[in-house]
């Protein structure tokens, strides 16, 4: 498939003014070093580094497509950036194999890209008939094909039910089951007709019947809430003190990891009744918004992938002891 001539005609970033303002205190530094964990396309990453001229890119994504995309739409800033294929919890080593010590200001635009959506064939979509694939990873092995072959009943239930949040969950874990052993199930359009057939219409006018399910697949092929449990705290603690992370959530599920991490470490850790607070035990992190920011109706309008986004952010205001 060849390319958009203008990848901004394909992806828009959510909240990039909103993002910017808040990473931009920790930004303004000579010499910043800006992780942007989820570089997709590059969208935010090229509005950081047209606002901030004198900071440093350090672009992390599993994605090899989205890198090349990426690394063709920053090639205008040179030596500026760096460009590392790896899943968003290696942060520290994708840094430490830059010789950075430390970073300024952290980005994470989760959930499914726009790059991986618009491609049919990467199988992400409920709405076109793909190949069952979903990794955002094209080098893994791990597919949603193998996981609708192999994982058990119990297995494809449990999945539905934490990752997607379906109240149908083993209903339609049965009929995967049952409908697998009748002929292999490789394309969504099967997967989408196992699911419809086994939902009651009354349900079926709530919405899509499939979303949910191909949601859990995607983030058991991919990992994502593991990876996410550990890439929070890894980048809380590569930031220097007075450094800034902004966090896009879609779903409650990533939400409440990044919640429950930020808040956290935005609270004393002194025992109740201690007379005299401790530094060792100081918050690290002050939260720069009050609970989850939401897109308002404008960036709504202008952009339907921002409907769902929670955003938080948070500077670094002590290190770790």
């Known amino acids: 498939m060849s390319e958009p001539t203008n990848h901004n005609d394909i992806h828009t970033p959510v909240l990039l003014e909103r993002c910017i303002e808040l990473l931009g205190p920790a930004l303004e530094r000579p010499g910043a ?13 090229a509005g950081v580094l047209e606002r901030f001229p004198e900071a440093v890119l350090v672009g992390l994504d599993r994605d090899p497509e989205a890198l090349a995309i990426a690394g063709e739409r920053l090639a205008r800033f040179g030596d500026r950036v760096h460009l590392v294929h790896t899943v968003y919890d290696g942060i520290r080593e994708a840094l430490d194999g830059l010789g950075f010590a430390e970073a300024d200001g952290i980005l994470f ?3 499914v890209s726009s790059l991986q959506l618009d491609r049919v064939e990467r199988g992400f979509s409920y709405s076109k008939d793909a ?11 791990l597919t949603a094909e193998v996981i609708l072959r192999e994982y058990s009943e119990a297995d494809l ?39 419809t057939k086994a939902t009651p219409v009354a349900v079926q006018r709530q919405g899509h019947p499939a979303k949910r399910v191909f949601q859990a697949l995607r983030i058991e092929v991919n990992q994502e809430l593991a ?19 902004v966090v896009e959530a879609y779903q409650s599920l990533e939400d409440r990891i990044v919640k429950r991490e930020l808040q956290a470490r935005s609270v004393s850790s002194a025992p109740p009744g201690l007379p005299v607070e401790l530094p060792e ?8 918004i009050r609970g989850a920011e939401l897109a308002n109706d404008d960036e709504k309008a202008a952009n339907p992938r921002a409907t769902p986004v929670r955003l938080r952010a948070a500077e670094r205001v002590r290190r770790a002891s």
Do not use: C, N, W
Request: glycine share 10%; net charge neutral; no cysteine.
């Open 33 to 45: 070093i800006f992780v942007d964990a989820t570089l997709g396309m590059g969208g935010h990453s």
């Open 109 to 111: 635009d989760l959930g």
């Open 131 to 141: 190949p069952l694939d979903m990794r955002m990873d094209g080098t893994s092995d």
């Open 157 to 195: 239930r449990r999945i539905f039910r934490e990752y997607g949040e379906e109240k149908l969950a083993a209903r339609y874990a049965q009929k995967i089951v049952a409908a697998r052993e009748q002929e292999p199930l490789t394309r969504s359009g099967q997967l989408v007709d196992v699911i």
């Open 227 to 245: 990876v996410l449990q550990h890439a929070i705290p890894a980048a809380i603690d590569a930031l220097r003190v007075g450094g800034r992370i």
């Open 281 to 288: 035990h100081r918050p690290e992190l002050k939260l720069l």
